[in-house]
């Protein structure tokens, strides 16, 4: 179940990111980045690595958007 509730947190994260890659809209990349971490906290609980290997990519992929725009753009 907890591998489930990762899988979905990290879908919302990754259709937020999408969003976040617009030019000005980088602050959202922070929030992602939350709501990434908490989809791979319950994918550390469950028995299975998916959902937790997914919401860490997600949280990269945000992670590296804000390193390139500086942190804020």
């Not at 919302?12 to 617009?22: C, H, R």
């Not at 997914?54 to 804000?66: G, K, T």
Request: one cysteine or more.
């Amino acid at each position: 179940m907890a591998n489930i509730i990762a899988i979905l947190l990290g879908l919302i994260a990754l259709i937020l990111a999408i969003i976040g890659f617009i030019p000005l809209l980088g602050w959202l990349n922070w929030l992602i980045i939350v709501i990434a971490g908490i989809g791979a906290a319950f994918g550390f609980a469950s028995e299975k690595n998916a959902g937790r290997n997914f919401c860490l990519v997600v949280m990269a992929i945000c992670a590296l958007r804000l390193w390139i725009g500086g942190g804020i753009i």
